[in-house]
């Protein structure tokens, strides 16, 4: 992306409240657009098939200066007994407790992010499913779809717990819970 990207999200996105000012003017800085490269890069360079990944950290900050939407992939039962991240969209990738694959997955996204170009940061427990669903957004014909490392909770440690191997809320990043 060249430094004169614009991010303008669709109308929904503006209804929303998140951005601070108008999303039709708003660009990136320097500093994300670099972030946004260098994720790009290391993306191809894996031979991802999305954009790329994103730390919690960048990712909070891509959202922050309105550059991006996080979109959680979760079950709407994760989002309510774990917690989520304030003013996230949420579009599930797999549904229920038995985990079932959510066949609606891309339509439902495409109502919620008309513009296929605008940055969108995917979240799920530990980078797995949101890899997936990255995957399949890209397929459908996203240009920006970024998985955030780690997801909302990190990976498992040695005590079989998660929590304190990275993720959304090891780094003390906002959250909420019902």
Known sequence: MSESTQFSPN???QESGH????????TASHADQD?????????????????GTVTPIQ???LV????AQLVDVRTAEERKFVGEVPNSWHVAWMTGLSMNRNPRFVKEFEVKLKDKNVVALLLCRSGKRSSAAAEALTKAGFTNIFNIEG?????????KQRGSLGGWRFHSLPWIQD
């Open 64 to 67: 922050q200066d309105g550059v």
């Open 35 to 51: 972030l946004l490269d260098q994720a790009r890069q290391q993306g191809q360079a894996q031979q991802l098939p999305f954009a």
């Open 11 to 13: 109308s929904s996105f």
């Open 151 to 159: 997801g909302f909770e990190g990976d498992i440690n040695d005590d």
């Open 59 to 61: 990712a909070w900050q």
């Open 19 to 26: 951005f601070a000012s108008d999303p039709a003017s708003q």
